[in-house]
């Protein structure tokens, strides 16, 4: 395991803040398209952002890449351990969620599953730069985020997933590990 990935697990097992995890962010290499394809398990970083253990807490499992038209931005897993694709757009991104409690929100995604569930692809790949690099964005079709990549290493991502409509000045930080390829 080399060094950055260490840092990397290093920062998964504790608290960061936003200009730690920036700096970590800065520091790493662009990803290209190519790079992307297949599926990744995803991990949520600790740096205090408000949506921060909700996708974990929903079953959120990861994201899956198939062309640059071609994404899926929220892979879930049910409880059985099958995969299902979920449509962004009916997740609301401004709701008070630090007063829900967690336990209720996988709960809740297993009733709401039939309508939130789709098999469309939500989202697409693009060169972006961000932060003075340009590498693999995720530009959602229907909500304003786009998810920025950095390589960790041929199969582990450092993200932020930057959303204009949020009202918090926090970026969300995220990994991506990747489970097999296209």
Not at 33 to 61: C, D, F, I, R, V
Not at 134 to 139: D, F, K, P, R, W
């Amino acid at each position: 395991m080399n060094f950055t990935k260490q840092r990397l697990n290093q920062m998964l097992n504790r608290f960061c803040s936003q200009e730690e995890s920036f700096s970590f962010f800065d520091e790493l290499d662009s990803v290209d398209m190519q790079e992307m394809w297949g599926l990744w398990k995803g991990e949520e970083l600790n740096t205090g952002h408000p949506l921060e253990g909700l996708l974990t807490a929903s079953g959120w499992y990861g994201k899956e890449f198939l062309d640059p038209e071609n994404v899926h931005p929220l892979v879930f897993e049910k409880k059985n351990g099958n995969r299902y694709i979920v449509n962004p757009l009916l997740i609301p991104m401004n709701l008070p969620f630090q007063n829900i409690p967690t336990s209720m929100i996988r709960p809740a995604m297993t009733i709401m599953r039939p309508i939130l569930q789709t098999r469309k692809s939500a989202a697409r790949l693009r060169h972006i730069e961000y932060r003075g690099k340009q590498s693999a964005s995720m530009v959602y079709d229907q909500k304003d985020i786009i998810d920025v990549f950095r390589k960790v290493d041929d199969d582990t991502l450092f993200a932020i997933m930057d959303i204009k409509s949020l009202d918090s000045d926090l970026t969300y930080f995220f990994v991506l590990n990747r489970v097999d390829t296209h």
